[in-house]
């Protein structure tokens, strides 16, 4: 569960109530005709949970392997690895999930020093099937490992792709196992598809429990009992050119990797050409708590008004470690916090944190867990994506493409190709 | 070596060069007059270098220790933890680098889980000595390993403060070994001074490089010799208020954390009320690429014309893995790349992402890392240093201070005395 507080110092006008209620009916409709598909995952992948565990459960291959490798890049990997170092520590037992993303050669060779191809599954994600990082490294690993396609290796492979794509044609030309991509779901809004679903419960995670606090989600927000998420799109959409950067500030260590997929959700969506021509977006910032309030936080302070701020923390902390009572000579002056748990102080930081940021009139909100669980995690993961559609509605753009990053693609084959 | 290219397709005008020339004259009177340390700290920290190697070389407990354990937050763990980031590769043999930061209970314990008393070293590290979550940490690591402070573990134990600081009477009222931090570094400008210096050598590495590497890059810029770094500030200086954000974007996975240090050097510096009592400061935002280039890069190609690029790559890597000449059937759309090395590709991926933007009319400048090496860091980290000086002169704002950061403490102290 979460409870939303976004108290942003700001009330929405008429204007922006007509905002809210297009942005609604847009989303309604994307839903209903099933233009954009996310909003379905929730229900629909249900039953890749269920297939998948039962597969788990009858494969020797599965159930031998310690670490699944996932070979994908960007959307293909963000979403499940923010999900793994969410819950990671409610499970000792669960498989190691290992991301092979970045073509960087020392990065590869490390990850690939870790792994014993006969206790590895390897799972190769691409929606296009031809992302260059991602083929690559499979080629890498293909080639280290000696994985053999045509005979004994045949199901230590899994891809996830879109139907119909060129590692779909890839996967039938070998007979191996593969789950689809809906084509109405861009990869930053994956994570509960097959992308995500597939690799966490191969791991050992309870992706239905994640399922269902998604589901929730989802329903409350069609069924209108989720305003204070119109409110919050609204005053981004409002007022990005004012506050053109909002900062999530998430209290907690393990919510670094969800700062990233934030980041990525927001950049890739929200950074675009708008109907009339202009260039539009808010600059996403992800920053974890108390670590950066020692730096970033002087910048937001003093720094140019141009910031909002998300506090995102974490009520009860799975472990419940304490500030010892001890009394140390001559540093007895943060002794004010002996006997209490170290859960206490980072939220008590996080409070005054953002107390003294909005005591300077600086725009912020706050998400609070209850727990670090599946279930908060699925809701936390629709919360975003949904944030990120209403804003783009009101923004005036199709949050769902990315034109932007082709550019550089072509000129990356023309150096190859020349060369 | 580093080969610095700043076409930020900007020309300095009069005013430009008077900021340049008079922001240059501030840098050599704080160097002369010593009221800013971290100039002289790559000659300086030889010293303390040769006393740490010798002895390291002397201590038995130092040399049973697989794990240095560095109990700091902000300035007192990142610079540190961003040299061991990038140097780990070329050292298998070096101690492993442990950094207890953030007072999250479950990151606490998950750290404290892997380590065993008789292999660990403590490095507490403070200015002040009185950081609650350090003090708090070091208190549980007390309780946890039973470290006795009086007895056998004295050795255990290495501070690393201000002289005169409560923490240094701590450590003289106990009689445990100190190193001292200048009163002239502040905290996130102390990484070549004892506070990375000391675990870093302890650990391993070759920090007598390091600090040539940086000592050169301090001569020649006081000899005048890096004109490029008083354009780079002055465009930064003259221009934040339309390019508010800087994206650094370093194409290499062990430069993450070099990231975040860049990220706390220029927030806390930077981001300040001037002299006239405007907020100023843009924002420094750190990417990896090419994970990055799949997501972010589309805010900045589409998204509002608020941001500068700063690309900084790894000429030649230590691996040289290749991309292996495979043909897989229906995928061969990538195999423009086969037969090349990964080091190739993420370089000219890169390259071509750094063209787009200039095609867009983006600023972008670029350094680029000869290689990921002791020297290289070391003058990196001086690169940024001085860049930060310089802009801050330019800006006419106080560098060195932080005052932003303190309302967030006195709250929270309130907090707790009021429970």
Redesign the interface.
Known sequence: MIIYDHNLGWRADEEANELMAEAFGNLVYEKEKGTVGYYNLPVDSRLIVSEVEAFAASSELIQSCDTIAVIG???SS?GAKAVDSILR?KYPEAKRLLFL??????????KFATLKKDKTLFIVISKS?????T??I???A??RFGID?KGEDKERIIAITDEGS??C??VD??GLKAYTIPHNVG??FSVLSSVGMVPLTLAGYDTCSLLSGASAMVERFFDAQEEHLLLKAAFIASNWREY??NVMFA????LENFAKWY??????S????DRCGN???P?P?GH????????????????????SVTFIKVEE????????D?R????E??D???G????E??N??C???R??LS??GIPVDSLTLSR?DEATVGELIVYYELLTSLTGAMLHINTYD????E???R???K???KA
């Open positions: 890049i960007g959307g963000l520590h993303e970045n073509p960087d050669p020392v990065d590869i060779e490390e099937g031809t992302t260059v990082e083929v690559s499979f080629k890498a293909i080639e396609l060129a590692l044609r890839f030309y070998h990869g930053r053109r950067i209290y907690a260590s393990c980041v990525q959700l927001w950049g890739e929200l950074g675009k050409i260039r539009v977006g600059t910032v974890i708590g108390s670590v950066d309030q020692h730096s970033f936080l002087q910048l937001i302070m003093q720094g140019p008004r141009d910031k902390f799975e472990k419940k470690l304490k500030i010892p001890i140390l000579e001559h540093i002056k943060s004010y916090v002996n209490h748990t170290f859960n102080l980072i008590a930081e409070d005054a944190t107390e003294s005591d300077e670090a990315q034109p932007g990053v550019a550089g693609k000129i990356l084959v150096k190859f190709k």
